[in-house]
């Protein structure tokens, strides 16, 4: 009798690929799902659906791409329709029968019935794109309700990506990610860092209520600092390759068979100068066999001009951070994503134009979804909290105190990472330090009025409510005496399963000042 699996499942919908990522509560190795007739790889479904308005047949996947050389495939047949979800600005296919949010449904719903029941589903992470994160996240939420499954995590794919290759919270990034159908290039900045908590996963949906309407999370998505793209990709280069040998192709078949060969091409234990045969049909449906070398494969990239387009896109990427005074220098990594980033040459083509930057490769189909994963592991979220945390600090410049957040309302605990946080003397000789927490009483509002009826703010807003803890405050004190100005505790707060808020103490040397608990957040 097989084995059932119970824990959490991460769904990265892409633009030409969906990827199933599972992993087990009681297994830190994470599974790509296979689905008979749906996956074209362990976790990996095409991007596609096929509906017959008619007939109400639907197919997805791998069933769907097999359907896309039929009649009527321009009504029946739809990809390409995950960036248009959200996203009020690019122009719809009119032929097609649905809309891009229909489409995004159907593909999820149809997705989510059949995957295979051993697989018992208690936490859901999904990725969202971060350009058109808002109006993804409203589709996702209104999709989700009808899921039969407790959590719901959302995820924002800049950050997925960065989890698997260690980048330190507040890093920028630069990713490149060439798919099916487009090239994106972005520079995002991760959250967290500089006294800021980590990105962590928003929830939408808890204990099976809605959440998402509490969730503050959503302002912890990865910073775009630029973004370009265009709508050429892996599949464009596959039509190169048939248009080398056959002009004047007429069949589809071709074009699969050219993706086998690319694939094959793309590895980097291929020989130069090997050349590789394919079978492809002729007039009269007729097979001829063609034989392509990775020389002849990369005349038909140069040719075709797509490394002086990266080229161009390059330099508009780094023309618009620079508005934003981000420059080359500024990366921690460079992150490949997508399946034509494996072409060696365009590994070269980015290896030259930006030799001083570390280029990751992570697994380029499943790494989003696997670092979706990794931000929301198995049976560590036990609530959320009602009620943000602040620390009292003093603003020397202003000659006060303030209230600093620490951890936001509607953030999941017990913390996975605790939060650093690095103080500074406010006066001369400083040698001892108080942690006073509040808690959120009441947040800020931002009240709108009406002027010969237009709306604007009005000038004076409700001030966030910052209640004090009842306790005695925790004294740290320091062996030597401080400057003002200078840092001189490093503060870490985490949140444990008991609901307790623990802090750990350093010195500017890195000793220990000692752990204390600050109470319980109940």
């Not at 995004?104 to 859901?124: N, T, V």
């Not at 078949?253 to 090997?274: D, H, T, W």
């Amino acid at each position: 009798m097989e084995k059932n699996l119970s824990g959490t499942l991460a769904i990265d919908l892409g633009n030409t690929n969906t990827v199933l990522a599972f992993q087990d509560q009681k297994d830190n190795n994470p599974i790509l799902i296979e689905i008979p007739n749906i996956t074209s790889s362990p976790g990996v479904v095409p991007t596609a659906i096929w509906f017959e308005g008619p007939t109400n047949i639907l197919k997805i996947g791998i069933s769907a791409l097999k359907m896309r050389g039929n009649s009527n495939s321009d009504l029946f047949f739809h990809s390409n329709f995950k960036r248009l979800i959200g996203n009020p600005i690019e122009k719809i296919n009119q032929k097609n029968i649905l809309k891009p949010n229909e489409c995004g449904e159907l593909f999820f719903k149809f997705l989510w019935a059949s995957i295979p029941q051993k697989y018992e589903i208690k936490r859901l992470v999904i990725t969202a794109p971060i350009d058109t994160y808002k109006g993804y996240r409203e589709w996702l939420v209104e999709l989700c309700t009808e899921l039969s499954v407790d959590e719901i995590a959302l995820v924002d794919e800049p950050t997925a990506a960065s989890l698997g290759i260690n980048v330190p919270f507040g890093s920028k990034i630069m990713t490149l990610d060439i798919g099916g159908s487009t090239i994106d290039m972005n520079i995002v900045k991760i959250e967290g860092g500089e006294g800021k908590s980590g990105p962590i996963a928003e929830l939408l949906k808890f204990k099976g209520e809605d959440v998402s309407k509490i969730s503050k999370q959503k302002i912890r998505c990865a910073e775009i600092i630029s973004k370009t793209g265009s709508k050429i990709g892996g599949k464009d280069i596959d039509q190169w390759i048939v248009d080398y040998f056959i002009p004047d192709n007429k069949y589809a078949m071709n074009v699969l068979k050219a993706e086998e060969i690319k694939c094959k091409l793309s590895s980097p234990g291929i020989k130069y100068e090997n050349k590789y045969p394919t079978k492809l049909l002729i007039e009269g449906y007729q097979e001829e066999e063609f034989y392509l070398s990775k020389e002849i494969f990369e005349k038909i990239i140069v040719e075709n001009n797509l490394l002086n387009h990266l080229d161009s896109l390059l330099k508009e990427l780094f023309n618009e951070a620079r508005g934003k005074f981000c420059t080359v220098d500024d990366l921690s990594a460079i992150i490949l994503v997508g399946g034509g980033t494996q072409i060696p040459l365009i590994k070269e083509w980015l290896t030259k134009k930006i030799s001083t930057i570390q280029i990751k490769s992570p697994p380029p189909i499943e790494s989003i979804a696997l670092g979706a994963l990794a931000m929301t592991p198995g049976v560590k979220i036990k609530d959320i909290l009602k009620k943000g945390l602040s620390i009292r600090l003093f603003n020397k410049r202003e000659k006060k105190h303030f209230w600093h957040p620490i951890f936001f309302k509607g953030q999941t605990w017990p913390t996975e990472n605790p939060l650093k946080l690095i103080l500074q003397a406010s006066k001369n000789n400083q040698k001892t330090f108080e942690i006073i927490i509040g808690e959120t009483n009441k947040e800020r509002e931002y009240d709108v009025i009406f002027e010969n009826g237009l709306p604007k703010l009005a000038e004076v807003q409700s001030e966030e409510e910052i209640i004090k803890w009842d306790q005695k405050p925790i004294k740290i004190t320091l062996k030597n005496n401080t400057n003002l100005g200078e840092d001189c505790l490093t503060l870490f707060f985490e949140i444990t399963r008991k609901a307790d808020l623990l802090v750990k103490c350093f010195d500017n040397d890195s000793e220990s000042l000692g752990e204390y608990n600050l109470g319980n957040i109940f």
